[in-house]
Every structure is written in C-alpha cells, then in structure tokens.
C-alpha cells in the first residue's frame, strides 16, 4: 500500500517548522514526479519522457529511505 501524506509523517519527529516543510516537499516531489497513479492508469501526475529499454536500473530515495522509486537510466 503507497505511503499517503498522513502515514509519511508517521515515520518522522517534527523538530521545527522548517524541518516539516522539508519533509512535506521532499513528500509532493516524490507524489507529482515519482509515484504512479492507478486513477491515471498508472502514469505519474506531470509527464515524463517514455523510459528507455535499455540501460541499468536505479532506486531514487528520499527521506531515508522511507520513499523509494525506480527508473532506468540511458546508457
């Protein structure tokens, strides 16, 4: 099950205001840019260029972890 808003904020301790500001973009990067939507027959809200078919797979992670992704890189 994906992480929603609520549950990524479960993971971490809010020390300020501006440490949770950090944490809510790194959050909405990774929903626009990384996260497929079933709704949108799972494509990521802003476009991407299509992936290429060859070259080595690589994770992206943000927040430690907690919001990983996948893409393959050109070669």
Known sequence: M???QDECLDYFVCFSESHLDHLIKKYLEYYH???PH????????KPRHPPPKEGKIVM??????VLMSYER???
Do not use: F, M
């Open 2 to 4: 994906p992480l929603n």
């Open 33 to 35: 840019n990384d996260r």
């Open 38 to 45: 079933q709704g949108i027959e799972n494509r990521t809200i």
């Open 60 to 65: 992206k992670s943000r927040l430690g972890g």
């Open 73 to 75: 890189k050109a070669v």
